[in-house]
């Protein structure tokens, strides 16, 4: 399998445009989560997903973040309108959990920088 | 509140050595969930491990050992005979567990950078 994968792997933009941000787990994986990552905040769980349905976004900032999961190979989370205080790397990682064991192992892909000027 | 307290901000380490990173958390849950996570200098982050609160049994995964103490609500990480390729951020995190499985509202610490020099 290619991993968790990302796209774009690097985005600018202007403050109050959309900022869309993409991410393919890997495949047989249930669970889906995003993170962000700042100087400011450190790392942070934004939201995840068990089986294309959100559990927990109690991370969340605002309303201006949402997040979808259409189907179990693909998700997105979107910026509208964007801040210059969104600007950080957001992580997109995906899991399985060993049936019996609760045993969790979580995946990683590469991130996508985001710069809102 | 939840709270994860990396006290260690910065460790430096000869190769070979052995290092511990700390962990201390504060939480009112009787049921949570433990992490390690590792970021490299390259940026990437890696999954290390995730502890349920009931568990106390120690974990060992070939060079790396975790020390999970309720006690003293601890969690601490350790690296034997540590490697170049060890240098990185450390981040422990906590968050609450339902009783039906999951976990939300995670807590992560400050992360603890380890140095190895050759």
């Known amino acids: 399998d290619a991993g968790v994968i990302q796209s774009p792997r690097h985005e600018v933009t202007e403050m109050g445009q959309e900022v869309t941000l993409r991410c393919k787990p890997i495949?047989?994986?249930?669970?889906l989560f995003w993170y962000r990552q700042t100087m400011m905040r450190g790392l942070e769980l934004l939201i995840y997903f068990n089986n294309n349905v959100p559990i927990d976004d109690s991370g969340m900032p605002e309303d201006r973040f949402s997040a979808k999961m259409p189907n179990a190979s693909f998700s997105t989370l979107k910026i509208q309108p964007s801040e210059p205080r969104d600007s950080a790397v957001y992580f997109c990682?995906?899991?399985?959990?060993?049936?019996?064991?609760?045993?969790?192992?979580?995946?990683f892909g590469p991130g996508t920088r985001l710069l809102v000027l | 509140a939840q709270k994860v307290t990396q006290a260690q901000t910065e460790i430096s380490v000869v190769e070979k050595e052995d290092v511990t990173l700390d962990c201390v958390y504060e939480?009112?849950?009787?049921?949570?969930?433990l992490f390690w996570y590792k970021q490299p200098p390259s940026g990437e982050l890696v999954f290390l491990i995730r502890r349920n609160s009931f568990d106390e049994q120690n974990e060992i995964s070939g060079r790396y050992s975790w020390n999970f103490q309720k006690s003293t609500s601890s969690f601490n990480f350790t690296i034997t005979a540590s490697q170049v390729v060890d240098s990185a951020v450390y981040f422990c995190?906590?968050?609450?567990?339902?009783?039906?499985?999951?976990?939300?509202?995670?807590?992560f610490g400050t992360g603890t950078k380890l140095q190895v020099i050759p």
């Open positions: 990682a995906s899991s399985y959990e060993t049936p019996g064991l609760g045993v969790e192992t979580q995946y």
């Open positions: 939480t009112r849950d009787t049921t949570y969930y």
């Open positions: 995190a906590l968050s609450e567990a339902w009783n039906s499985g999951g976990y939300q509202k995670v807590t």
């Open positions: 495949s047989g994986h249930d669970y």
